[in-house]
């Protein structure tokens, strides 16, 4: 969608504020549901009330006759493809591909097993109310543990088990007889990923086959070409929008079943439908997580670890998918920052009868942080080893990067030195250490509690996904427009985007257009996701003005009867003779002349337009130290945090501001997990956490100010030397935050408590360790 707005000019580096605020604040902005859609009809789902059972008969009689009440839809009545995406969906059995409505059997709470669609959403609501199944209930089993035993309830008869993926994996060599070895279990519990708008989709016939879905997804074309290939579409006949997006988080992907039955349902009816997710749907069923991790560290007397010996059990619920992915990410980074000789893991994957998993921020990296680092503070303890020690002495050297990790994960460029001293300096750490000890000494009822984690991860290297699509235009009023494949749902890009033109071309931020997130105006991108989008995007855009630049030194010293190397770019005015000031030509009047045929030099083309489009062919490693400090009240359980310190390293900074606001949301996400929120399911399946009186969702009022710093250690692999952060602030904080509680209650005789980490959670830890 294009948009304009004020803001004063900056460049990179600079604390620009976001060109994107003016519009959501004013509310000129619109959301999918915000939108006119002439003669839409309106979608609620009938799902299924149980987590495992027969769909013995669906009885819609009641609800065909109720006011309003268009259609009432099963299997029986539409075409509904299996979904699955294509990269995970070839690790399993076709079997487990979801079917968006469910026909002989539902697997999950929240199995969609009808559709009503009416006039208005109250009556299409009501109407689904008077949907009556039968259901003839099956045996269930929720514990992914219980899942893979051979006697277990099988989601999928035909396949013979539960576990839907197993994937052996060993490198390196294996030092003999190791004089020490720890073992360590680390639960990385379901959570909802909660965006704060839930999704929402319009899909609207056109002529002939042609399909419109105004939606909120992160992948615009990536949406377009699974879902045409899903519907059996030309995808030149699916145009996939994106008004506003109200968060993602890595939730809205484009493998999401909803939008492919409401899609398949408007072209069934020939009638524009829309359908939004209320919260309790989105609480139950855009859940993400579900790990548990076991992890032995074998190492020397003086805490050189020689072999790391893990395996993942992913709860992928009800069917099988993009859970798997997160699972596969996990495993690459399981050696973390530090030079590990060995390695052994295992992927394996089970389903249960709880809602399928989605990625959620970090998508697996703060996963296999949170098992490594809980892990190496494991080893700490067992050699009595200062936590920040031991892991200065497994750090990967600086003099070995480019890395590739013995589970072949390669780290461009990092210094985890730097950033771990950064963070004891500013945590005044030895300071704490003192404290901590006169406190302990004392008997203090209220522990203190220090709490280290490094962390690297992978940015912007998913396979098939480390390029992206930008082009750069000026048109004869002096603006600048950007095109952009990537799709922002409030990480900031038309600002950083507008800074790299400022920077590149002196434009002011505020003549940039931004265009994005539309198949119909956007010709091709990847989206937003993985941490990739300034890397990339930023990049694209960059080398686009870089273009453009040139082609206007060729106007303007055709204009000026200069050479093209004597013409420079005057930031805020245009481009004049070098050591001449008084000739200039503005960008509008450079496009004017390239434009006109009498003006306009052979060589050059009509437009003053470049699309070059980047290709960084890897990803990049983002990588930081973050250190919490907490107090435990052993009394009542509570843990209080104290403060936070997080430094980071993301390569060069384009705004500062943006950067620091990244971060702190992935704090609140970290944080949020180890002490808040934990999606749960009773032992018939039945979730628990359908709305915010029960899922611990922080607030502002939950969380402290953070203190946070940059270190940086430029990527050769793009000209911006940017690496990705939207991941970081989670990916770092679990593990640091978890150690800091398990830190304060060492002295109590308790090494470990699963996640989260509630006031009853720790309580019940210390009761049971007195009694």
Known sequence: MESTTAAPPSGVGARQMRLEDPGLLTGRDRFTSDLDIPGALHAAFVRSPVAHARVVSVDTTAAMTAPGVVAVLTHKDVDVPRVFFPTFGELIDDAYHRVPLASETVRFVGDVVAVVVAETITQAHDAAELVEVDYDALEVVVDPDVATAPDAPLLFPGTGTNVAVDIPFEAGTRAPEPPVRVHQRVAHPRMAATPMEPLAIAAVP?????????????????????????????????????????????????????????????????????????????????????HLFDV??????????????????????????????????????????????????????????????????????????????????????????????????????????????????????????????????????????????????????????????????????????????????????????????????????????AQIISETMGIPTEKVRFVQSDTATVPRGMGTSGSRSLQLGGTAVRKAADEVVEQAKEIAAHLFEASPQDIEVVP????????????????????????????????????????????????????????????????TG???????????????????????????GGLAAGIGQVLFEYSAFDDEGNPTTTSFADYGMPSAADLISFDTAHTVTPTTRNPLGAKGLGEAGTTGSIAAVHNAVMDALRPHGIDHIDLPLTPMRVWQALQDRES
């Not at 560290?297 to 059990?313: K, N």
């Not at 003099?399 to 030195?417: L, N, R, W």
């Not at 690297?456 to 095109?483: F, H, L, R």
């Not at 509008?588 to 489009?613: C, I």
Request: charged share 20%; net charge negative; aromatic share 6%.
């Open 638 to 664: 509570m843990t209080t945090l104290r403060r936070f310190v997080a430094v980071d390293d993301c390569g060069v900074v384009v705004n500062p501001l943006l950067a620091e606001g990244q971060v702190h």
């Open 572 to 635: 805020g005015t245009g481009l004049a003779v070098r050591g001449v000031p008084g000739r200039t030509l503005e960008w509008g009047e450079l496009a004017a002349a390239v434009a006109d045929d009498a003006r306009r030099p052979p060589q050059l083309a009509p437009r003053l337009f470049a699309d070059p489009g980047f290709e960084q062919g890897g990803g990049t490693s983002p990588f930081g130290c973050h250190i919490a400090v907490v107090e435990v009240d052993l009394q």
């Open 206 to 290: 056109g002529e002939g086959e042609q399909l419109t879905l105004w939606c909120s997804t992160q992948m615009p074309h990536v949406t377009q070409g699974l879902m045409a290939l899903w519907l059996k579409m030309d995808p030149a006949d699916l145009r996939v929008a994106c008004p506003s997006v109200g968060g993602g988080f890595g939730g809205k992907t484009p493998a999401e079943p909803d939008y492919v039955l409401v899609a398949a349902v408007a072209r069934h009816l020939r009638s524009p439908v829309r359908w939004t997710q209320s919260r309790s749907e989105n609480l139950l069923t855009m859940q993400a997580r579900g």
């Open 296 to 497: 032995t560290l074998e190492a020397t007397q003086d805490g050189q670890v020689t072999s790391i010996q893990s395996e993942g059990l992913t709860d992928v619920g009800g069917y099988p998918g993009l859970g798997i992915g997160m699972a596969m990410t996990a495993r690459g980074l399981m050696t973390g920052c530090y030079d590990i000789p060995h390695a052994s893991h295992v992927v394996r994957c089970v389903a249960t009868n709880t809602s399928p998993t989605v990625p959620f921020r970090g998508a697996g990296r703060p996963e296999a942080i949170h098992a490594l680092e809980r892990t190496m503070d494991r080893l700490a303890t067992e050699l009595d080893i200062d936590p920040a020690e031991i892991r200065r002495r497994n750090f990967v050297p600086v003099d070995k990067f480019p890395y590739i990790s013995v589970m072949g994960t390669e780290y461009d460029s990092a210094d985890f030195e730097k950033t771990l001293d950064e963070a004891l300096g500013l945590a005044d750490y030895k300071g704490l250490r003192a404290e901590q000890a006169e406190r302990r000494a004392a008997g203090d009822e209220v522990a203190l509690g220090i709490g280290i984690s490094t962390y690297v991860e992978v940015s912007a290297g998913t396979p098939g996904m480390t390029g992206e699509y930008a082009s750069v235009e000026i048109s004869e009023d002096g603006y600048a427009t950007v095109v952009s494949g990537t799709s922002a749902h409030g990480q900031g890009h038309w600002t950083v985007y």
